[in-house]
């Protein structure tokens, strides 16, 4: 049966002489039972130091970790019933692949026979079948990350901490990974909190995503809410792309917004928790999707294409607009497209039902 996470005014300063610096500001979160939840943001964001303090590798400045109900913040962290996946998989080369994964198992005491039964469980679980002799090092790398995988499941934990598993993999291979891991933790049921700094993979992976930044929580949301409907800025510029306009509030209505932008007055939704009033400064936020190209003469804005990349699906456009800012727009790819050469003039499309108003 897994369990639930809740963190309540979870603080880490770390203190280096006469200089401090807090890590995790004041951070709130609850997490269901069975939940895969990611944490994402840029290097220095809280991220890694709130995982470590929930496996209790650091001691929290303030707050709470609760598992379950039940406070294990000051727990040791053999107690807490949790499993960890490192970065570096943390194998130990000199043991076999089954002496790896049965290592938890003899700690507790498990026979040999006993063991041998679980492991082979796991390793069928992870996929990897007939390996239990070999040594770290004659595996790949995905065949190592899942040993690390197998290592942690076959405990039984019931909160399983990963901390960016994918990262040494290549590419290809992470795609791969980040599906099996989906697939695992959906049919074990467990409570799963992945961090990664990769978009794309929290993206894909995470029933919701917590975006942190300088140690606080931005937004926590599901992957789709999160990129279509961004809470800050800052989670605007930093999930996907985002093209960012600045404008002025000219007038107020219940959802929606005129803003003075390029002499002209736009009407744009904005969000009902944002305040303005009148005369503000606005951030009119446009994903590069919704973007389409045509006459210059026919758009609200125009520009100069300065690189087109064909990427298989879509092209990826570069287009500088008057004001010197440097514009990005997706467009569709089929074989009866228009493709605008560099150095042409074209006209920006814009739907405003695409735009949405942040304050700056």
Same mark, same amino acid.
């Given at each position: ?21 807090? *890590? ?15 944490? #994402? ?9 709130? &995982? ?13 970790? &609760? ?37 938890? %198992?003899?700690?507790?005491? &498990? ?11 796991? %390793? ?28 942690? #499941?076959?405990?039984? !934990? ?5 901390? =960016? !598993?994918?990262? $040494? ?33 929290? #993206?894909? /992976? *995470? ?15 599901? !992957?789709?809410?999160?990129? *279509? $409907? ?32 390029? $002499? ?10 944002? @305040?303005? +009033? ?13 973007? @389409?190209?045509?006459?210059?003469? +026919? ?18 456009? $570069? ?6 800012? %440097? ?11 228009? /493709? ?12 405003? =039902?695409?735009?949405?108003? %942040?304050?700056?």
């Amino acid at each position: 049966m897994s369990l639930s996470i809740s963190l309540t005014h979870l603080t880490k300063i770390f203190t280096k002489g006469k200089e401090s610096f807090k *890590a995790v500001d004041d951070v709130h979160l609850d997490i269901d039972a069975g939940e895969l939840i990611t944490f #994402l943001g840029p290097s220095g964001c809280g991220k890694t130091t709130i &995982l470590r303090m929930i496996a209790g590798f650091e001691k929290p400045t303030e707050g709470q970790v &609760l598992i379950g109900g039940r406070d294990i913040t000051h727990l040791a962290v053999n107690k807490r019933d949790i499993g960890f996946v490192f970065q570096n998989y943390a194998l130990f080369p000199h043991m076999s692949i089954f002496d790896n994964v049965a290592y938890g %198992l003899k700690v507790r005491g &498990l026979s040999r026979k006993e063991a041998e039964l679980k492991v082979k469980e796991v %390793l069928n679980l992870v996929g990897l079948i007939g390996v239990d002799e070999r040594f770290p090092h004659q595996l790949s790398g995905g065949e190592q990350q899942r040993v690390a995988l197998a290592r942690v #499941l076959v405990i039984d !934990p019931r909160v399983l901490l990963m901390d =960016e !598993p994918l990262s $040494n993999l290549d590419a290809k291979l992470r795609i791969y990974m980040r599906a099996e891991i989906r697939k695992i933790q959906k049919k074990l049921g467990i409570t799963c909190i992945h961090v990664t700094h990769d978009q794309k993979e929290a #993206l894909t /992976i *995470a029933d919701r995503i917590v975006v942190l930044n300088k140690g606080k929580i931005e937004q926590v949301a599901a !992957p789709f809410e999160l990129y *279509a $409907n961004p809470a800050t800025l800052f989670v605007a510029d930093f999930i996907g792309q985002a093209n960012i306009f600045k404008g002025q509030v000219e007038a107020l209505s219940e959802e929606k917004i005129d803003v003075f932008i390029y $002499n002209r007055i736009v009407t744009v939704n904005y969000k009902s928790n944002c @305040s303005f +009033k009148i005369g503000d400064e606005v951030a009119l936020i446009v994903r590069p999707e919704a973007v @389409s190209l045509g006459q210059s003469e +026919k758009s609200m804005l125009s520009g100069q294409v300065l690189s087109s990349v064909f990427v298989g699906d879509r092209i990826e456009y $570069n287009i500088e607009i008057k004001s010197g800012q %440097l514009v990005h727009a997706f467009v569709p790819y089929s074989h009866d497209s228009t /493709i605008f050469p560099e150095g042409s003039r074209v006209g920006l499309l814009i739907d405003p =039902e695409d735009v949405l108003a %942040l304050p700056l």
